[in-house]
């Protein structure tokens, strides 16, 4: 019997079609696996951002640069006894939706509004 001789090349051919799928799907797996853990990594850093409610800290960075980072003022007014002046509510109010040159909105978000205007409402 004459062998044929494409058969070979043929079982080669298919060994490495099959070789050629089973990596990709391999490569895709690990793709999405490092996809997830990005993403994790991601999320859990925004959380850390957002999650800070020490108002200390968020008054550093978003109010400091006009208050002063001892409430003293500078081009806002001084804040050492704001807390006599307005109610929490009204300082949340300020924060969210600003006061004269102070631009309203988005300096913080909702939460940490809430929690500056708590910390400042005590400022007597
Ligand atoms: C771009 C500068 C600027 C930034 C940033 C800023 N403020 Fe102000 N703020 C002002 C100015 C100016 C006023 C005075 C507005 C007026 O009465 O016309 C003011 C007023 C206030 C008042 C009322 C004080 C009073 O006696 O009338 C409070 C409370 C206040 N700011 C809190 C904050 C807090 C909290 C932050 C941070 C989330 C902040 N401000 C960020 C400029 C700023």
Redesign the pocket.
Known sequence: MKKNPVIPYAIIAVIGILLVIVVSIVGLDQQKAIEEQEKGGGEKQEQQEGATTDPAK??ES??A???GADLTGG???D?TK?GS??SKKE?KD??MNG?????PGG??PEPQ?EA?AKW?AEKK
């Open positions: 968020i008054f978003n109010c640069s006009c208050h081009v806002g007014p804040l704001v002046r307005y300082i300020i924060i006061k004269g040159s102070m631009m300096l913080v509004a500056l400042l």
